[in-house]
Nanobody, 129 residues
Framework: VQLQASGGGLVQAGGSLRLSCAASGVTFSNYGMGWFRQAPGKEREFVAAINRSGTRTSYADSVKGRVTISRDNAKSTVYLQMNSLRPEDTAIYYC???????????????????????WGQGTQVTVSS
């Protein structure tokens, strides 16, 4: 199983980026997906998650209203659309997968990085002020 994140870059505050995470070697639709980020000197933190079918999503309070997670199971890809970016959004962004996530109860664990089985390599997002 491999996850390949892309789409990071340098953007000015207020700008937008769309991150992508492509999965291979796995039946993508069997996995719930999450995005996490890690800034220098800080712990990895939850950003957003989506269930297998794409019908349930969860967001960190710090990004709610500015970020949208979505998925295309036919393309085995999950996306993170980020708008109104702030300097504090600067971090390496990681995608991760956990099998069997569909119900609202299953979604509750998706904020915990320890519950994920597979991680991508990360993509750097830098927001300048």
């Amino acid at each position: 199983v491999q996850l390949q994140a892309s789409g990071g870059g340098l953007v000015q505050a207020g700008g937008s980026l769309r991150l992508s995470c492509a999965a291979s070697g796995v039946t993508f639709s069997n996995y719930g997906m999450g995005w996490f980020r890690q800034a220098p000197g800080k712990e990895r933190e939850f950003v957003a998650a989506i269930n297998r079918s794409g019908t349930r999503t969860s967001y960190a309070d710090s990004v709610k209203g500015r970020v949208t997670i979505s998925r295309d199971n036919a393309k085995s890809t999950v996306y993170l659309q980020m708008n109104s970016l702030r300097p504090e959004d600067t971090a390496i962004y990681y995608c991760a997968a956990r099998p069997g996530v569909e119900s609202s109860l299953a979604m509750e664990v998706m904020t915990d990085a320890r519950k994920y089985n597979v991680w991508g390599q990360g993509t750097q997002v830098t927001v300048s002020s």
